[in-house]
């Protein structure tokens, strides 16, 4: 069975900083590609960055120089760092395997980000 759990979101003050950890079990993950989205009330789920099984990094302009993607396979971990947050960021923040293909169906459950004063 595979799960991919999301934790680490909250309320944070602009400027503010949040890492987002995304935990999967029941694949390879060393061989997976991974990405992190967000959706925003009223608008479309988009990402916001993705890392490949060798660790090589993509990111959305809006969050470029400002989040980090990073993985650790030994703990089967994908995270987003996120720093200088603004109010446009807040969302809820999903998990997904971008990779091999057999495994792109899967979400994880999402968590919230907000970024109020």
């Known amino acids: 069975q595979v799960q991919l759990v999301e934790s680490g979101g909250g309320l944070v003050q602009p400027g503010g900083s949040l890492r987002l950890s995304c935990a999967v079990s029941g694949i390879s993950f060393s061989v997976a590609a991974m990405g992190w989205y967000r959706q925003a009330p009223g608008k479309q789920r988009e990402l916001v960055a993705s890392?490949?099984?060798?660790?090589?990094?993509n990111y959305a302009d809006s969050v470029k120089g400002r989040f980090t993607i990073s993985r650790d396979n030994a703990k089967n971990t994908v995270y987003l760092e996120m720093n200088s947050l603004k109010f446009e960021d807040t969302a809820v923040y999903y998990c997904?395997?971008?990779?091999?293909?057999?495994?792109?169906?899967?979400w994880g459950q999402g968590t919230q980000v907000t970024v109020s004063s």
């Open positions: 997904h395997i971008e990779g091999p293909f057999y495994w792109r169906k899967y």
């Open positions: 890392i490949t099984s060798v660790a090589i990094r």
